[in-house]
T-cell receptor, first 112, second 112 residues
């Protein structure tokens, strides 16, 4: 069985600060892909970042970066210089067998 | 810009009605997916399709069916709507297995 766990249902961060969202997963495979998606109040799910498991280097997209610890099966998302527009639900996803399994999500609040 | 379009943003239906949720993508993607999103439960996969006329059950297919007669269109059918099918329904597509999804903007269905 494969699972994706996001242990923080909600988090808050002060504007311009850095926040890290946690995600752990379980898989018996050695080759897989991991994703972080953002869902703002508009409901449109947006791909934030993608990580290939066989790549050692952590993926980065502007202010968004991941800390990928393959042995620990951990895939956390770091948002630097938080902005009001970062307020959203964030979903971690694990791809296997041609479909993505998602965690339950973390709601991120940005405090002005 | 590539697009996944869900025909209705909000929908209210009566118990027992047959309900069609339509999803169209303009990217010539092979794979299409239907998820439902509920608070505290995240996104759960209902059905998916690898190609025209192909369909696979996801984690929660009971009470649903799908149709994919053309590559660009993937319909979710609630054969006899019930109140426990009140939810947000998200359609997604992607070109091949290891890419992230492109999502539609969701249909919020209320069954009364």
């Amino acid at each position: 069985a494969q699972t994706v766990t996001q242990s923080q249902p909600e988090m808050s961060v002060q504007e311009a600060e850095t926040v890290t969202l946690s995600c752990t997963y379980d898989t018996s495979e050695s080759d897989y892909y991991l994703f972080w998606y953002k869902q703002p109040p508009s409901r449109q799910m947006i791909l934030v970042i993608r990580q290939e498991a066989y790549k050692q280097q952590n993926a980065t997209e502007n202010r968004f970066s991941v800390n990928f610890q393959k042995a620990a099966k951990s895939f956390s998302l770091k948002i630097s210089d938080s902005q009001l527009g970062d307020a959203a639900m964030y979903f971690c996803g694990l791809n296997r067998d041609d479909k993505i399994i998602f965690g339950k999500g973390t709601r991120l609040h940005i405090l002005p | 810009d590539v697009k996944v379009t869900q025909s209705s943003r909000y929908l209210v239906k009566r118990t027992g009605e047959k309900v069609f949720l339509e999803c169209v993508q303009d990217m010539d993607h092979e794979n299409m997916f239907w998820y439902r999103q509920d608070p505290g439960l995240g996104l759960r996969l209902i059905y998916f399709s690898y190609d025209v006329k192909m369909k696979e059950k996801g984690d929660i297919p009971e009470g649903y069916s799908v149709s994919r007669e053309k590559k660009e269109r993937f319909s979710l059918i609630l054969e006899s709507a019930s109140t426990n099918q009140t939810s947000m329904y998200l359609c997604a597509s992607r070109v091949w297995a290891n890419y992230g999804y492109t999502f539609g903007s969701g249909t919020r269905l209320t069954v009364v």
